[in-house]
């Protein structure tokens, strides 16, 4: 097409590592036109941001381009000399990182940093540059430019860092804007804002957008077209509102399915197994292993990426042209239904609760210390089986809240019953006890499991302590290990021989193996892909019911919230300001910041004004 | 969902280099304290005045030294010792360094202050300097040495264990074992000492080489291995003082120190960059 910006054709990129060379990204094709916003999604490893890097030519040095052009305005850039490449990137095509903590000089004013792609690229100096700079920190709607201008980086917010980083990007008022994950190390709030920026942005300037993230509800918000991603294969393409109301590629369908949604709550439908990672896996259909549909097929030919009737649609799919063979029958979003409450004593009840920190003193107890309150008078009670969600941004006291409650914090105030008894008057024995019975699963399992210790030896662990003979703990190890769908032959692997979703499956089969009462989960999906997340949670769900545990649920991701919480509590700045049944804090929020929460949530429905 | 950064290539064949020269090296030393414990084809002590320091020949491949003894026998016989203070100086430092480390890493607050300001204090004093004050109060000896090198070794290896040990110490697999009740000691040498393993070999292998020269400064100087006993540093002493007349006395043992010292340094950076490649591949 004449009139195409940028035009990546054929792109095929390896990593070489340890003399092997490692497919990250194959035959990849995008054409980019004036003043659109192309969403690429996809999950780790999905092969996205390669995609960006090439376009910038920023790829890692162990990166080698097997194939392909990417064209901008008709010259490659892939065979264009330094002093070419020096003329569009950073000023023809500009790019917006993930995390603006790192990709701004700690030591330099922001202003500073602004002005000198100014006077790198266009020759715009002195006063000249730090009027612009002005300009371009009032467009990105920060208050006060020359007080953000005199600002190191450190003295901003994160949302004011990245729209300090898009400031940057639009100082040679680019024709490209590439976005990494943007949002993706903000809280919900802040990304809302960012989200909403780039939207105004986007009609004020002519650039064109290619927006890079795993969140297809960020996504939604902003783009025309969607490309989708999976293990460095370009399987959907198309009109935004196509690929999320009808998608084509079975995998997209699976993600779709698989992303929590704020409007109601329903079962979500995980993908089972995990991407793979193969050299080899581009000589059939990438998705055949994890695709409900596959045929012998599937297994043996790669997949044309085929055209659709509707136009400007394709999919890569051998089944692409007969879309009725690859649909789920119906009946597909059975609801889950709130766990009735059980009458009764509630298992944890905690009243007045507050956790203090003291900052200061650094050397040997001298100078000054300073008292932050992480969480501030805090009161909920908890029943059996029942599902309590702590929800707030970080920093706002829910992971102290956490610690608190497994007697990890050593200065709190207030009363944590638990079934009538206080834990903070708890004995040795009587710790012991409540040791077995309330049990953590973090964040992050790369982090949680040691890695140096065997996956029978991690979730063991808890029983050796409980002096469990070594017989018995084999078995209870099997059938837990079992119980979160891992097989025996896990038992001997090693952490880092697990994919992510694994990794979180043993954490959760360490918390049960000693069949607790309260599990608290902090933040248990947050380092999960999408389609892994579901799965995780449809396995919380299950073992809840068989063995009848109640769950603390931290979380900042209210559409996680939604589908498995009974009852919610909104915290902020370390004290709750809302709380109450799931269905009324979402139907009927009363609290401003809940509100704004939940209108910050990006779903999956466009936006109606564009 | 950043793209794996897989590790760049390129410091692989070099890493590879120094830990096969390294380790040739270090089995070379090793090998020579060994057979010297085995075999010498004359005496260490035997006498023979007729053939003072003697160059090198068919009957001394070495030569001999001011009192006609062997060069050779006496290298060999001398290896133990050296890499007896090479070894248990480093050990002894160990012994000290990590369960300090491993302590004050995990309770950090005014115990932790103040044991590291001393650390800082005494790593301000040269490593010989420092084990001349252990002599002095201990007095000389082969043993006591060991024991003075160790000594000052141990706030090094405090000092860089401990940055292991705060690493791994971040970990939601420490708070987890705390969450679940495991006692100090099973956090500190269960859950902790397994992930710092690899800076404390990278050091350990620097720290022999370091112990070896120090030992043969301290032998040299009469404060270690005590004459007639051969030990590398006593041979270095006693020939350097007749040096103008015949170096050959000098040019076995400082071979031998010289082999040992740079293979040590050799393993442990091949060590580190082994260690840290595999961590970089692995994370990606």
Same mark, same amino acid.
Request: hydrophobic share 45%.
């Given at each position: 097409?004449?009139?195409?910006?940028?035009?990546?054709?054929?792109?095929?990129?390896?990593?070489?590592?340890?003399?092997?060379?490692?497919?990250?990204?194959?035959?990849?094709?995008?054409?980019?036109?004036?003043?659109?916003?192309?969403?690429?999604?996809?999950?780790?490893?999905?092969?996205?941001?390669?995609?960006?890097?090439?376009?910038?030519?920023?790829?890692?040095?162990?990166?080698?381009?097997?194939?392909?052009?990417?064209?901008?305005?008709?010259?490659?850039?892939?065979?264009?000399?330094?002093?070419?490449?020096?003329?569009?990137?950073?000023?023809?095509?500009?790019?917006?990182?993930?995390?603006?903590?790192?990709?701004?000089?700690?030591?330099?004013?922001?202003?500073?940093?602004?002005?000198?792609?100014?006077?790198?690229?266009?020759?715009?100096?002195?006063?000249?540059?730090?009027?612009?700079?002005?300009?371009?920190?009032?467009?990105?709607?920060?208050?006060?430019?020359?007080?953000?201008?005199?600002?190191?980086?450190?003295?901003?917010?994160?949302?004011?860092?990245? @729209?300090?980083? &898009? !400031?940057?990007?639009?100082?040679?008022?680019?024709?490209? =804007? #590439?976005?990494?994950? %943007?949002? +993706? /190390?903000?809280?919900?709030?802040?990304?809302?804002?960012?989200?909403?920026?780039?939207?105004?942005?986007?009609?004020?300037?002519?650039?064109?957008?290619?927006?890079?993230?795993?969140?297809?509800?960020?996504?939604?918000?902003?783009?025309?077209?969607?490309?989708?991603?999976?293990?460095?294969?370009?399987?959907?393409?198309?009109?935004?509102?196509?690929?999320?109301?009808?998608?084509?590629?079975?995998?997209? @369908?699976?993600? &779709? !399915?698989?992303?929590?949604?704020?409007?109601?709550?329903? =079962? #979500?439908?995980?993908? %089972?197994? +995990? /991407?793979?990672?193969?050299?080899?896996?581009?000589?059939?259909?990438?998705?055949?292993?994890?695709?409900?549909?596959?045929?012998?097929?599937?297994?043996?030919?790669?997949?044309?990426?085929?055209?659709?009737?509707?136009?400007?649609?394709?999919?890569?799919?051998?089944?692409?042209?007969?879309?009725?063979?690859?649909?789920?029958?119906?009946?597909?979003?059975?609801?889950?239904?709130?766990?009735?409450?059980?009458?009764?004593?509630?298992?944890?009840?905690?009243?007045?609760?507050?956790?203090?920190?003291?900052?200061?003193?650094?050397?040997?107890?001298?100078?000054?210390?300073?008292?932050?309150?992480?969480?501030?008078?805090?009161?909920?009670?908890?029943?059996?089986?029942?599902?309590?969600?702590?929800?707030?941004?970080?920093?706002?006291?829910?992971?102290?809240?956490?610690?608190?409650?497994?007697?990890?914090?050593?200065?709190?105030?207030?009363?944590?019953?638990?079934?009538?008894?206080?834990?903070?008057?708890?004995?040795?024995?009587?710790?012991?006890?409540?040791?077995?019975?309330?049990?953590?699963?973090?964040?992050?399992?790369?982090?949680?499991?040691?890695?140096?210790?065997?996956?029978?030896?991690?979730?063991?662990?808890?029983?050796?302590?409980?002096?469990?003979?070594?017989?018995?703990?084999?078995?209870?190890?099997?059938?837990?290990?079992?119980?979160?769908?891992?097989?025996?032959?896990?038992?001997?692997?090693?952490?880092?021989?697990?994919?992510?979703?694994?990794?979180?499956?043993?954490?959760?089969?360490?918390?049960?193996?000693?069949?607790?009462?309260?599990?608290?989960?902090?933040?248990?999906?947050?380092?999960?892909?999408?389609?892994?997340?579901?799965?995780?949670?449809?396995?919380?769900?299950?073992?809840?019911?068989?063995?009848?545990?109640?769950?603390?649920?931290?979380?900042?991701?209210?559409?996680?919230?939604?589908?498995?919480?009974?009852?919610?509590?909104?915290?902020?700045?370390?004290?709750?300001?809302?709380?109450?049944?799931?269905?009324?804090?979402?139907?009927?929020?009363?609290?401003?910041?809940?509100?704004?929460?939940?209108?910050?949530?990006?779903?999956?429905?466009?936006?109606?004004?564009? | 969902?950043?793209?794996?950064?897989?590790?760049?290539?390129?410091?692989?064949?070099?890493?590879?280099?120094?830990?096969?020269?390294?380790?040739?090296?270090?089995?070379?030393?090793?090998?020579?304290?060994?057979?010297?414990?085995?075999?010498?084809?004359?005496?260490?002590?035997?006498?023979?005045?007729?053939?003072?320091?003697?160059?090198?020949?068919?009957?001394?491949?070495?030569?001999?030294?001011?009192?006609?003894?062997?060069?050779?026998?006496?290298?060999?016989?001398?290896?133990?010792?050296?890499?007896?203070?090479?070894?248990?100086?480093?050990?002894?430092?160990?012994?000290?360094?990590?369960?300090?480390?491993?302590?004050?890493?995990?309770?950090?607050?005014?115990?932790?202050?103040?044991?590291?300001?001393?650390?800082?204090?005494?790593?301000?004093?040269?490593?010989?300097?420092?084990?001349?004050?252990?002599?002095?109060?201990?007095?000389?000896?082969?043993?006591?040495?060991?024991?003075?090198?160790?000594?000052?070794?141990?706030?090094?290896?405090?000092?860089?264990?401990?940055?292991?040990?705060?690493?791994?110490?971040?970990?939601?697999?420490?708070?987890?074992?705390?969450?679940?009740?495991?006692?100090?000691?099973?956090?500190?040498?269960?859950?902790?000492?397994?992930?710092?393993?690899?800076?404390?070999?990278?050091?350990?292998?620097?720290?022999?080489?370091?112990?070896?020269?120090?030992?043969?400064?301290?032998?040299?100087?009469?404060?270690?291995?005590?004459?007639?006993?051969?030990?590398?540093?006593?041979?270095?002493?006693?020939?350097?003082?007749?040096?103008?007349?015949?170096?050959?006395?000098?040019?076995?043992?400082?071979?031998?120190?010289?082999?040992?010292?740079?293979?040590?340094?050799?393993?442990?950076?091949?060590?580190?960059?082994?260690?840290?490649?595999?961590?970089?591949?692995?994370?990606?």
């Amino acid at each position: 097409m004449p009139d195409a910006l940028l035009d990546i054709q054929d792109l095929s990129v390896s990593f070489v590592a340890g003399g092997r060379s490692l497919p990250a990204l194959r035959e990849f094709g995008l054409t980019l036109h004036p003043g659109e916003v192309v969403g690429l999604v996809g999950e780790s490893g999905s092969g996205k941001s390669t995609a960006l890097l090439a376009a910038m030519s920023y790829l890692p040095d162990n990166a080698r381009v097997e194939s392909g052009r990417i064209l901008y305005r008709g010259s490659d850039l892939l065979r264009a000399d330094r002093s070419t490449l020096d003329t569009i990137r950073g000023r023809r095509i500009a790019m917006i990182y993930q995390d603006p903590t790192t990709a701004l000089n700690p030591a330099m004013i922001v202003g500073a940093q602004i002005a000198e792609v100014l006077r790198q690229h266009l020759g715009v100096d002195g006063e000249a540059a730090r009027r612009r700079t002005h300009e371009l920190l009032r467009l990105v709607q920060l208050d006060d430019p020359p007080r953000v201008y005199a600002a190191y980086p450190h003295q901003l917010s994160g949302g004011m860092r990245q @729209r300090v980083m &898009i !400031a940057m990007a639009l100082a040679c008022d680019p024709d490209v =804007l #590439l976005m990494d994950e %943007p949002t +993706t /190390a903000l809280d919900v709030l802040v990304q809302a804002h960012v989200l909403s920026l780039v939207k105004s942005l986007h009609r004020q300037i002519e650039s064109a957008i290619v927006f890079v993230s795993h969140n297809l509800g960020a996504v939604a918000q902003l783009a025309d077209r969607i490309g989708v991603l999976y293990a460095g294969e370009l399987v959907e393409l198309g009109p935004a509102a196509q690929i999320l109301d009808d998608p084509q590629h079975p995998y997209t @369908r699976g993600l &779709i !399915a698989a992303v929590p949604q704020l409007a109601a709550r329903r =079962l #979500l439908r995980g993908i %089972p197994g +995990t /991407a793979s990672r193969e050299p080899s896996r581009f000589t059939h259909c990438v998705f055949a292993d994890r695709c409900a549909f596959t045929v012998d097929r599937c297994r043996t030919t790669r997949p044309p990426l085929v055209e659709l009737p509707s136009g400007g649609h394709t999919s890569r799919c051998h089944f692409a042209a007969e879309p009725w063979r690859i649909r789920t029958a119906p009946g597909e979003t059975a609801g889950t239904a709130a766990t009735p409450s059980v009458s009764g004593d509630p298992l944890l009840e905690v009243s007045g609760l507050s956790v203090e920190y003291r900052r200061g003193p650094a050397f040997l107890g001298l100078g000054r210390s300073r008292a932050i309150r992480a969480v501030r008078d805090v009161s909920f009670r908890l029943a059996r089986q029942r599902v309590l969600a702590v929800v707030g941004e970080s920093g706002s006291g829910k992971s102290t809240l956490a610690r608190t409650l497994l007697r990890l914090e050593p200065k709190v105030q207030g009363q944590i019953l638990f079934e009538g008894e206080d834990i903070n008057a708890f004995d040795a024995a009587d710790l012991r006890a409540y040791r077995r019975r309330a049990q953590i699963v973090f964040q992050n399992p790369t982090s949680s499991l040691n890695p140096r210790k065997t996956v029978a030896e991690l979730v063991g662990r808890p029983l050796a302590l409980l002096g469990v003979t070594s017989a018995e703990r084999q078995d209870r190890v099997g059938a837990t290990v079992r119980a979160v769908g891992l097989s025996d032959v896990h038992l001997d692997r090693l952490p880092e021989q697990l994919s992510g979703g694994e990794k979180q499956r043993v954490a959760l089969a360490r918390a049960f193996v000693t069949e607790p009462d309260l599990v608290i989960l902090d933040e248990p999906t947050t380092a999960l892909d999408v389609s892994v997340q579901a799965t995780i949670l449809e396995l919380l769900l299950e073992q809840k019911a068989r063995t009848g545990c109640a769950y603390l649920l931290i979380s900042h991701d209210l559409a996680v919230v939604r589908q498995v919480a009974d009852e919610v509590l909104v915290m902020r700045d370390g004290a709750v300001c809302e709380g109450g049944p799931a269905e009324q804090i979402f139907t009927h929020p009363v609290h401003p910041y809940t509100r704004d929460l939940l209108a910050a949530v990006p779903d999956l429905r466009r936006p109606s004004a564009s | 969902m950043s793209e794996p950064r897989l590790a760049p290539e390129a410091p692989a064949p070099r890493a590879n280099r120094y830990l096969v020269i390294g380790a040739t090296l270090t089995g070379l030393t090793l090998g020579t304290a060994v057979l010297g414990l085995l075999y010498s084809p004359y005496a260490p002590a035997q006498v023979d005045l007729l053939h003072r320091l003697a160059p090198p020949g068919a009957g001394h491949l070495l030569g001999t030294d001011r009192f006609g003894r062997d060069v050779l026998s006496r290298v060999l016989a001398g290896g133990w010792r050296s890499m007896t203070l090479g070894f248990g100086a480093t050990a002894v430092g160990l012994a000290i360094g990590l369960p300090i480390a491993l302590l004050t890493g995990l309770h950090r607050g005014v115990l932790d202050q103040a044991v590291m300001r001393v650390v800082d204090a005494l790593l301000s004093i040269p490593t010989l300097v420092f084990a001349l004050l252990v002599i002095a109060g201990l007095g000389p000896g082969l043993g006591q040495a060991v024991l003075a090198l160790g000594v000052a070794a141990a706030p090094k290896f405090v000092r860089i264990v401990r940055s292991a040990v705060l690493d791994a110490a971040s970990q939601d697999y420490v708070t987890a074992a705390r969450a679940r009740g495991e006692g100090a000691l099973y956090i500190q040498y269960g859950e902790i000492l397994p992930n710092v393993w690899a800076p404390v070999i990278v050091e350990a292998s620097i720290s022999v080489g370091f112990a070896l020269v120090g030992g043969a400064a301290l032998s040299y100087l009469g404060l270690g291995t005590q004459p007639p006993q051969p030990d590398w540093g006593v041979m270095i002493n006693e020939a350097q003082k007749y040096i103008s007349v015949s170096f050959w006395p000098l040019l076995g043992p400082a071979l031998a120190i010289c082999a040992s010292i740079i293979g040590f340094n050799l393993l442990g950076e091949g060590l580190r960059d082994r260690l840290h490649l595999r961590r970089s591949v692995r994370d990606a």
